[in-house]
């Protein structure tokens, strides 16, 4: 368990009111502890109060997992109840106001903590989670960077595979096995290959369309290397880049750019949107744009701070996330640029580094 995080946690979940904080398995249970722990039907809760050591409650079969916390372990035979009954009463959470991420607490559990801790209050904690993790450590960014590292390696091993006639959902498995095989230790999301008229949707699924000559094709993928993500997005083309979409990819360059540009100490997440969006904007295509320019990147695919008008997070040295700006043309196609960038004490870094031209797959 890391100590210096947990005690960070329960200070500020102590300055918000929480009497407890409970977690199931997932990024902020690992953040803390380093566990990885399966969320299935049998249900595993961990127990931070603010003024006891914390437990964990999980099936016996996963016990041998768990050094540092005290264990309230069962048995499919016997069941959860009497496990949770003894955990929630030893830990004295009846009464409790107990904090809960409200993305990830599923009914099952809220129900669990209502009964064994009669009383007790659940309260919404994602916001004291964000703040921890938001701003990362020298290791944290050091694991992002050979996630991008393994994650560019992967595409251009792949890239060379790819011809006329190969559907996308063969080049997506194709990737895939790149990544697995390349040093991911997982996918950070199911990679996205789409080209054609379907480019126009942002997330669209690889589907059983060949590839044809002069298409350009969204290739979104990412890896996981020592429990962080990366997530890029470059645009292949099947011959050389021409049609309505040539012009289209500068602007979302030029976007993507201006977008990175602006990173720095200080500012709002929110400028750095303003300054992409500008761009697509004074082109014409601010309608096309259609999301966010960027997501917090790390332990999550998703998560703060969000780029994007009304997030007035000021970004400081450590914090992590995407630029991607895009332009989606009903029943032409979409482009794509993604980048992860790192906040530093003197600006920004992009930890990206793929051309972010149009990768160009040879005809015949």
């Known amino acids: 368990m890391n100590l ?23 990024p902020n249970l690992f953040y803390l502890t380093g566990l990885s722990l399966h969320l299935s039907e049998r249900p595993v809760i961990a127990l931070f109060p603010v003024d006891e050591p914390p437990a964990l409650v999980l099936p016996a079969l996963e016990a041998d997992k768990v050094a540092e916390l005290e264990a309230f372990s069962y048995t499919d ?20 106001r107990i904090g809960v991420e409200s993305l990830r607490m599923r009914l099952l559990e809220a129900r669990i903590l209502q009964r064994y801790a009669p009383g007790s209050e659940l309260v919404a904690a994602d916001a004291l989670f964000a703040e921890l993790r938001m701003s990362k450590s020298a290791a944290e960014v050091a694991a992002m960077r050979r996630a991008v590292a393994v994650a560019e390696a992967a595409f251009q091993v792949w890239l ?23 040093g991911a ?3 950070a999301f199911s990679p996205i290959v789409v080209g054609g008229p379907d480019g126009a949707f942002p997330h669209a699924v690889p589907g059983p369309r060949p590839f044809e000559a002069g298409d350009w094709v969204v290739v979104d993928w990412g890896a996981v290397v020592d429990g962080y993500a990366s997530d890029i997005t470059r645009m292949v083309v099947f011959g050389e880049p021409g049609g309505p979409l040539l012009p289209v990819h500068e602007i979302v360059l030029r976007a993507n750019e ?3 540009a602006a990173v720095e100490p200080g500012i709002l997440a929110e400028e750095v949107d303003a300054a992409a969006r500008e761009v697509i904007t004074a082109a014409g295509y601010g309608l096309q744009f259609v999301h966010r320019t960027g997501h917090g990147l790390g332990l999550e695919v998703h998560e703060s701070p969000f780029i994007v008008a009304g997030d007035e997070t000021r970004l400081e040295p450590g914090m992590t996330f ?14 794509r640029i993604e980048d992860d960038v790192l906040v530093t004490a003197e600006g920004a870094e992009t930890l990206t580094t793929l051309p972010r031209a149009p990768f160009v797959v040879p005809l015949g």
């Open 322 to 335: 995407t630029v991607e700006p895009g332009i989606y043309l009903e029943g032409l196609g979409g482009i």
């Open 160 to 182: 060379p595979e790819l011809r006329v006639g190969m559907t996308e959902k063969e080049a997506a498995a194709r990737l895939v096995t790149a990544l697995l095989t390349g």
């Open 258 to 260: 201006a977008g990175r």
């Open 185 to 187: 230790d997982a996918l």
């Open 4 to 26: 210096i995080r947990t005690e960070r946690m329960l200070g500020l979940a102590q300055a918000q009111g929480l009497d407890a904080v409970a977690l199931l398995p997932g």
């Open 77 to 96: 035979e016997e069941g959860y109840a009497l496990a949770f009954h003894e955990a929630c009463a030893a830990l004295e959470l009846a009464e409790a």
